[in-house]
């Protein structure tokens, strides 16, 4: 199953477990991962379902596509990580 790394950042405000999908999808994986905690969504998702400016996804090391439709497809062994962005300097 694909794997589901949140940044730590996100432990100050609650537990963000390592999670395990079957998704097909990153839509699929983050609509799994909310449906345990449903708090975690508005830090990740804005109103609109769209990731938030100050959060970015790997997908086996690669940055997802979209940021609108999160439907980069996921393999069995995929690693997912997300972060919050970086910004300054």
């Not at 477990?17 to 969504?41: I, K, S, V, W, Y």
């Not at 804005?46 to 086996?60: A, K, P």
């Amino acid at each position: 199953m694909a794997q589901i790394t949140f940044t730590q950042q996100l432990a100050r405000f609650m537990p963000v477990p390592q999670l395990e999908t079957g998704a097909a999808d990153l839509r699929g994986a983050l609509d799994g991962a909310f449906a345990g905690n449903p708090r975690l969504r508005g830090y990740v998702l804005d109103e609109q379902g769209h990731l938030r400016e100050n959060v970015v996804i790997f997908i086996d090391g690669q940055r997802s596509r979209d940021r609108v439709l999160l439907d980069d497809p996921l393999r069995p062994d995929s690693r997912i990580y997300i972060l919050q962005a970086l910004s300054g300097g």
